[in-house]
């Protein structure tokens, strides 16, 4: 059974530095791109980003790039979502998702449950 | 990358259909076939229910359908069901190699 993992919720004030992460399993973790998307309480979805776990090439969207790192540990299985100093914006949920590209397909097959990142002073 | 546009509401009684549309442009929903629809239930992840504008991912009801002309998308509920009282997403790929949301569409069954 595919499963993605995500850390639990996280409470920052502002100017403090957060990973939050997703855990894949069930399938070859490096087979399939890891995307992040954003929530922000009552919106809809943003996409963030996504990386490439054989080699760790990312790409992101323009209203992301520069405040936000997508890493990956493939030894692990896990995908990596990072700020360097959080702002109270930054409050929404989370979501990582197998990101399936390919045979003329795209699109986000399976998804992890969520890490709420809540950024107050 | 402006999002994808969908009605912020749409609502139908048990047993009706519905449709829910996504209108992008040529850059995005029309250029592309690689439409897809998420559900998302309040507090619950997206569920992909729709890929490449018209399949159905293994477990997903035929009662849910996809479609796509032009620059729109769409998709439509057939008998419904209080367990489609949700909000749902289209999405697209771009020609900037990149996905785009639309704004999500909060289906209500009377």
């Known amino acids: 059974e595919v499963q993605l993992v995500q850390s639990g919720a996280e409470v920052k004030k502002p100017g403090e530095s957060l990973r939050i992460s997703c855990k894949g399993s069930?399938?070859?973790?490096?087979?399939?791109?890891i995307s992040w998307v954003r929530q922000m309480p009552g919106k809809g979805l943003e996409w963030m980003g996504r990386i490439d776990p054989s080699d760790s090439y990312t790409n992101y969207s323009p209203s992301f790039q520069g405040h936000v790192t997508i890493s990956a540990d493939k030894s692990i299985s896990t995908a990596y979502l990072q700020w360097s100093s959080l702002k109270a914006s930054d409050t929404a949920m989370y979501y990582c998702a197998r990101h399936f590209v390919g045979f003329g397909s795209y699109y986000f097959d399976y998804w992890g449950q969520g890490t709420l990142v809540t950024v107050s002073s | 990358q402006s999002a994808l546009t969908q009605p912020a509401s749409v609502s139908g009684s048990p047993g009706q259909s519905i449709t829910i549309s996504c209108t992008g442009t040529s850059s995005d929903v029309g250029g592309y076939n690689y439409v897809s629809w998420y559900q998302q239930h309040p507090g619950k992840a997206p569920k992909l229910m729709i890929y490449d504008v018209s399949n159905r991912p293994s477990g997903v009801s035929n009662r849910f359908s996809g479609s796509k002309s032009g620059n729109t998308a769409s998709l439509t509920i057939s008998g419904l069901q209080a367990e489609d009282e949700a909000d749902y997403y289209c999405s697209s790929y771009t020609s900037s190699s990149t996905p785009v949301f639309g704004g999500g569409t909060k289906l209500t069954v009377l």
């Open positions: 069930g399938y070859s973790f490096t087979s399939y791109w």
